[in-house]
């Protein structure tokens, strides 16, 4: 299968810093990719599509001002977190597609702690 | 998209065949089965899909009813690696792909 990949697998950072998560489609072209949030025992919530060369849409209730995304090449998609805050903390999974249809092939997540 | 329905747990003993249900009583024609799991903290795995014939790839095998009304996963020989939360997710396919409604899916677990 297509592989996605996600940077860091696992960040620790401080309230009201940012961070920012890196999600690229290995072996394949995605036009589109998703951004996903899993908070513990729960299932997985989207939170926003990241659409190449456009503007990201976004869920409802998903502020786009906290969670900025670009999707600058078809092989890369960012998310980046600002000002974190302790509520923030949660597994974020980015996935794409394109090979099959309909088939969503998911990164390994990243694992944020805000402190 | 249509609602699914699953077990929220199975139990599976190691060696033997899993068999995981889904309901989707309100499928529509052109609606797939997809079916992905998600092993603890990892990202979720694509594992099947189908539209109505049943289907077969080296991970698993897909049965769907004739009325498409239910579907039933089936691992063959689980394993320890296969305890995961299994998700039954209906979908229209569309080129490039499309997000990704997850529910609570069934977390299956493989024991000795």
Not at chain 2, 13 to 26: D, F, I, K, V, Y
Not at chain 2, 70 to 84: F, G, Q, V
Request: proline residues 4%.
């Amino acid at each position: 299968g297509a592989v996605v990949s996600q940077h860091p697998s696992r960040v620790i950072c401080k309230s009201g810093t940012s961070v920012k998560i890196e999600c690229r489609s290995l072996d394949f072209q995605a036009t589109t990719m998703f951004w996903y949030r899993q908070f513990p025992k729960q299932s997985l919530m989207l939170m926003a599509t990241s659409n190449e060369g456009s503007k990201a849409t976004y869920e409802q209730g998903v502020e786009k001002d906290k969670f900025l995304i670009n999707h600058a090449s078809l092989t890369l998609s960012t998310l980046t977190v600002t000002s974190a805050h302790p509520e923030d903390s949660s597994f974020y999974i980015c996935s794409a597609g394109g090979l099959a249809a309909g088939v969503q092939y998911f990164g390994p997540g990243t694992r944020l702690t805000v402190t | 998209d249509a609602k699914t329905t699953q077990p929220p747990s199975m139990d599976c003993a190691e060696g033997r065949a899993a068999n995981l249900p889904c309901n989707h009583s309100t499928i529509s024609g052109n609606e797939y089965v997809y079916w992905y799991r998600q092993i603890h903290s990892q990202g979720p795995q694509y594992i099947i899909h189908g539209l109505k014939n049943n289907e077969t790839n080296e991970m698993a095998s897909l049965i769907i009813t004739e009325d498409r009304k239910s579907s039933t996963l089936i691992l063959p020989h689980a394993t320890l690696r296969d305890t995961a939360v299994y998700y039954c997710i209906v979908r229209v396919a569309k080129n490039a792909g499309n997000m990704l409604t997850f529910g609570g899916g069934t977390r299956l677990m493989v024991k000795p």
